[in-house]
């Protein structure tokens, strides 16, 4: 039985309670994870609970840092996320980007020593809500990811994120991993016992797989963005080559290409990036947003080849997700569900998902 979004959200705040997270910043990092499920972005949302587990457990990821900013000009901010969960330090960098921009016109802050911060859109979004353009990115902990024509995984999923403001109140916001599908998707796959498309998937060997286990405990990839040379996939591999300089060469982080990234004892060393832009530095910030408005509805009134599947723009699908997922609750998986479940239990959380 689908969750409704607040019991989803409070069960998530009650686990990382348990697990002794401030209340705080157990209050922002359930707001995101909720905000990902409620926006059909099931990867980044209830789905990682196992995962942050076991990061917890092993003491690569801290319940109760606090980040801080150790080096600041008017325009910039270099951010500590002192080992903890990302999504506290994400929030904490973007609103520091938000509050320079409005100040200076523009506004960036990179992140050094976090772990994975969820999605990416949720900070975007931050931005567009304060009629600002927002971007963000993030290198990845994990080494899923061979270069074009390589045959030994160099890098991750590095997420890439832009939003705007748009005068008709729907932002234009764009989340995408630099793979053909997030790694939470085919974790997903595998929790429920089902196979994996064409094309997202290679082998040791790299060949083509259905198998959703393949690339984590089988030595197998995930794909570029791409799928494949013939099909471009050296476009995913110079974005996610793009992302890596801008969250890890800014900030200090660690490279997902050094041996010590997988491997340091305690905290992860992840790195983001985020930027805002005021569109008053160049014009009218209202003039701006009609402009935003008066294009994705030009986009939006393309004819489309099926009439029963018009041509949307990013953004639009995870808006109808959460005016569905807000009425009707938010769906878990039964395999997941049973995972959860034990997490909740092992920390003395309430559960609240019957």
């Known amino acids: 039985m689908p969750a409704s979004y607040a019991n989803h959200r409070a069960q998530l705040k009650a686990i990382l309670l ?34 942050y587990d076991g990061l917890r457990r092993s003491g690569r990821a801290k319940m109760d840092v606090r980040p801080k900013i150790i080096r600041e000009t008017p325009v910039s901010a270099l ?49 567009a809500k304060q009629g600002l353009v927002g971007m963000a990115c993030t290198s990845a902990s994990g080494i899923q990811v061979a270069p074009t024509f390589g045959k030994q995984a160099k890098l991750g999923t590095d997420p890439w994120s832009f939003a705007a403001p748009s005068a008709d109140g729907v932002p234009f916001l764009l989340d995408m991993a630099t793979t053909t599908v997030a790694a939470g998707r085919i974790r997903n796959k595998a929790n429920e016992g089902l ?72 905290g992860m060393d992840i790195g983001h990036f985020f930027m805002a832009i005021d569109p008053n530095l160049f014009r009218e910030s209202d003039d701006f947003q009609k402009d935003v408005a008066t294009f994705m509805g030009a986009l939006r009134g393309t004819t489309p080849v099926d009439p029963a599947r018009p ?22 998986g039964a395999g997941l569900m049973s995972q959860v479940r034990q997490i909740a239990q092992a920390a003395a959380a309430p559960w609240l998902l019957d």
Request: with cysteine.
């Open 79 to 127: 951010v500590d996320g002192g080992g903890g969960l990302g999504h506290v330090p994400a929030h904490f960098a973007m609103s520091a980007a938000i509050s320079k921009a409005r100040s200076a016109g523009v506004g960036l802050a990179v992140v050094k020593h976090s772990a994975h911060f969820g999605a990416a859109g949720y900070y975007t979004l931050m931005a």
């Open 311 to 332: 041509v949307m723009v990013a953004g639009d699908p995870q808006w109808k997700y959460a005016e569905a997922r807000m009425k009707n609750g938010i769906p878990v």
């Open 18 to 51: 348990g697990w002794g997270m401030p209340e705080d910043n157990a209050e922002i990092t359930s707001d995101i994870l909720s905000w990902a499920d409620l926006h059909g972005v099931d990867s980044h949302g209830i789905s990682m609970i196992p995962g």
């Open 195 to 266: 196979p994996t498309p064409d094309g997202w998937v290679l082998d040791a060997e790299g060949n083509p797989s259905n198998d959703p286990l393949v690339a984590k405990e089988k030595g197998g990839f995930l794909t570029s963005l791409g799928g494949s040379p013939e099909n471009s996939s050296y476009k995913g591999y110079g974005l996610a080559v793009m992302v890596n300089i801008l969250a890890s060469c800014l900030s200090g982080a660690t490279l997902i290409t050094d041996p010590m990234h997988t491997k340091k004892p305690v």
